[in-house]
């Protein structure tokens, strides 16, 4: 193919390009968009040019052969960067990488075995406050309930702190920046101009920058020092410039981690909840594994090779709901993939939730089946097929973090309860910066031995 050759995309209007089908519904553009034009797929948004990524080996290509030829500078991590500054997601260059130096020794799996029992302690704090919903049978949105768990989480772990006082005002404003970020409006390119829009941004922005302030603050003010990564952060000094961060820098950070390390793993979780509702068979086999490793024991990080199947179950969730469902590169220079030409400034789109239903790497795509994850599956699948945490230098810096704590969430959960769909509720897929359920996820809560799951698992055994 001739090397100038554009990728085949769907006809867009004259002056907008997509970007009306973007904002209306960007999963269905681009879904259809695979569906109708294959693996790489051309798209405009106003002036932007944009590229569709659905292959694996393609997508191996941008975040890691040639990575150094694709950073963040595009429309989606500008806008990112309005809320997060210039933290370890966002940042680029020699500078992200003396970040992620400095941070990485904090992630490291023995690091995240330290955290195992203030995950399940956090996790059993949750449930006691469940009983009276267990004994009222009353519906509640587990996605908001794995919203509150997984922020109190990630507080405790890295910054030590309590933040349950805030939790609702930090839901409130998450809510309101993640919508205005995955609901692209045209007025946003002119970010000067006021709007009510903007105004309400910039309003919940500040409220997320107070509780990041107040976490601050108390670590500054304290007397004792906890070996945490938020004092890594105060202490740290270049090796250069023998300075240490700048409030702004340490502002950043903080508020990166505490959002990027609660809001997908809840997502992660809710997801699961709604699959294991609707797989009475994986269900039963996941309360089946639960119980032969762990009997009424609470779950601790020796348990985690035992808990095999509760992993895989989390794996194929995040298959089909991958809470970072699309994640995007710009190219700095000229490339060229699967006999494209891709010039400099174009947007590189990589969307998991269409990856992760490739015909070509998975069977049946839509079907919720956690045994494509044993490990010899697992082996036969290529390179980049399976991304929830991307891939690359730029990996996700949580991921073992993030599969211990949903691990761990699950087993503890499972031995006391099953969880139930209320069937009038509606559940739509939401996908703004994280993959949400639009009116959260309505469940009530079972015991985990009842006699009906008892039956199930009996009529699913014969
Ligand atoms: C199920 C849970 C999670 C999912 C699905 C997820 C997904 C991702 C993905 C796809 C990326 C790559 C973004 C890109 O390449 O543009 C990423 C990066 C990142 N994640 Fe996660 N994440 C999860 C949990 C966490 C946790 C628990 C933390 C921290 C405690 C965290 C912190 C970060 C940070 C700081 C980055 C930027 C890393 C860098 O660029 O060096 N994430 N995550």
């Not at 040639?66 to 500078?73: A, Q």
């Not at 989390?314 to 590169?329: F, G, N, T, V």
């Not at 045994?371 to 690359?392: I, K, M, V």
Request: aromatic share 6%; glycine share 6%; hydrophobic share 40%.
């Amino acid at each position: 193919m001739a090397r100038s050759a554009t990728p085949p995309g769907p006809r867009g209007h004259l002056v907008l390009g997509n970007l009306r089908e973007v904002q209306r519904d960007p999963l269905g553009l681009l879904r259809d968009g695979f569906r109708e034009h294959g693996d790489v797929v051309r798209l405009r948004f106003g002036t932007t040019r944009a590229m569709l990524l659905a292959h694996p080996g393609h997508i191996g290509h941008v975040l890691h052969d040639n990575h150094r030829n694709y950073d963040k500078h595009n429309v989606d991590y500008t806008m990112l960067r309005r809320l997060l500054g210039n933290g370890l997601l966002t940042s680029d260059g020699a500078f992200w990488h003396r970040q992620r130096r400095l941070m990485a020794p904090m992630f490291h799996r023995q690091r995240v075995a330290g955290f195992c029992n203030l995950m399940v302690n956090s996790t059993l704090e949750m449930l006691e406050r469940w009983d009276a919903l267990a004994q009222s049978g009353e519906p509640f949105d587990i996605a908001a309930e794995m919203t509150r768990l997984t922020l109190t989480i990630v507080a405790k772990a890295l910054f030590s702190a309590d933040v349950s006082d805030d939790a609702e005002a930090i839901g409130a404003a998450l809510t309101e920046v993640n919508r205005q970020l995955g609901e692209f409006s045209l007025l946003d390119m002119f970010w000067m101009i006021p709007t009510p829009r903007k105004r309400r941004f910039r309003a919940a922005v500040q409220t997320l920058d107070e509780v990041v302030g107040k976490i601050i603050d108390a670590r500054r003010r304290a007397t004792h020092r906890n070996e945490d990564l938020l004092s890594m952060l105060l202490d740290a000094v270049d090796e250069e410039t023998n300075k240490g961060m700048t409030p702004r820098q340490v502002r950043d950070e903080v508020l990166t981690l505490l959002l990027a390390g609660h809001e997908t793993t809840a997502n992660a979780l809710a997801w699961t909840w709604y699959l294991l509702a609707q797989n009475p068979k994986a269900e039963n086999k996941l309360h089946d594994e639960i119980v032969s490793a762990l009997g009424e024991r609470a779950p601790s990080a020796l348990d985690l090779p035992q808990l095999r199947y509760t992993r895989m179950v989390i794996e194929e969730s995040m298959r089909l709901y991958p809470p970072a469902w699309a994640i995007s590169r710009n190219a700095i220079g000229e490339d060229e993939i699967g006999g494209y030409r891709v010039r400099p400034r174009t947007s590189m789109i990589i969307c998991s939730f269409v990856t992760h239903r490739h015909p070509s790497f998975w069977e049946e795509p839509e079907r919720f089946d956690p045994e494509r994850f044993s490990s010899e599956r697992s082996q036969r699948r290529p390179d980049f097929a399976y991304l929830p945490f991307g891939g690359g230098p730029r990996i996700c810096i949580g991921n073992a973090f993030a599969m211990t704590e949903a691990q761990l969430v699950v087993a503890t959960l499972a031995q006391r309860y099953r969880l139930r769909l209320m069937p009038e509720h509606p559940v739509d897929l939401h996908p703004l910066v994280t993959l949400r359920p639009r009116h959260g996820i309505r469940m009530t809560l079972h015991p985990a031995d009842d006699a009906a799951a008892a039956e199930t698992r009996g009529r699913a055994a014969r």
